[in-house]
Nanobody
Framework: QVQLVESGGGLVQAGGSLRLSCAAS??????MGWYRQAPGKQRELVAS???????NYADSIQGRFTISRDNAKNTVYLELNNLKPEDTDIYYC???????????WGQGTQVTVSS
């Protein structure tokens, strides 16, 4: 059974930093990444990384967030720097496999940035 368990969200002041972690289990994962969603809005991609380390970032966070992964631990990380109030969202971990390209989701972790 595939499970994605996120940690690391919280409350931080504008300009601060957070590190999100997502430990995945139950399969070998291809693309892993982070999405975020505000109330009433669609879930949007923040960053993704393939098993070979190729990364993709949303334009809105370029240069401020860094995604990385440890394949041995099946864990993906998101380093959030220079946070802005508009980064306040629920952040969801995502991972897919070759057998399920639609992927799996974590339960979400709240990131709140105060001005």
């Amino acid at each position: 059974q595939v499970q994605l368990v996120e940690s690391g969200g919280g409350l931080v002041q504008a300009g601060g930093s957070l590190r999100l972690s997502c430990a995945a289990s139950g399969s070998i994962f291809n693309v892993m990444g982070w999405y975020r969603q505000a109330p009433g809005k669609q879930r949007e991609l923040v960053a993704s990384i393939t098993s070979r380390g190729s990364t993709n970032y949303a334009d809105s966070i370029q240069g401020r967030f860094t995604i990385s992964r440890d394949n041995a631990k099946n864990t993906v990380y998101l380093e959030l720097n220079n946070l802005k109030p508009e980064d306040t969202d629920i952040y969801y971990c995502y991972a897919n496999t070759w057998g399920n390209l639609n992927g799996y989701w974590g339960q979400g972790t709240q990131v709140t940035v105060s001005s």
